[in-house]
């Protein structure tokens, strides 16, 4: 089960990367700003507020599997403190 969900998760990531790497070059082929100006920006205060409950949600319907099939794992923390290392972007 594990090994269909990193698959299925590698395919929606790629994905994703595809259409964001779109997104940066038709902007900066508009001239509006480039991929350099993208790794510069940090986001603010609101903007990580917004993030932080998509990021949770995500991390959840991801996690559930794990949490079914690791229940001692889960009873020691385990789960936890992953979810706290994705969440800071340690991972």
Known sequence: MLFAML????????VVRERL???ERLLEKAG????????AWLPDAEAEAER???RERMMN????YLEEDMEPAAAGGE?????????????
Not at 7 to 14: H, I, K, P
Not at 32 to 37: H, P, T, V, W
Not at 61 to 64: A, E, F, I, S, Y
Not at 79 to 91: T, Y
């Open 7 to 14: 698959t299925a998760l590698l395919g929606e990531v790629s």
């Open 32 to 39: 509006l700003f480039g991929k350099d100006a993208v790794d």
């Open 61 to 64: 319907r991801v996690l559930r």
């Open 79 to 91: 789960l936890d403190r992953i979810s706290k290392k994705v969440q800071h972007g340690d991972v």
């Open 52 to 54: 932080a409950p998509i």
């Open 21 to 23: 790497d779109t997104h």
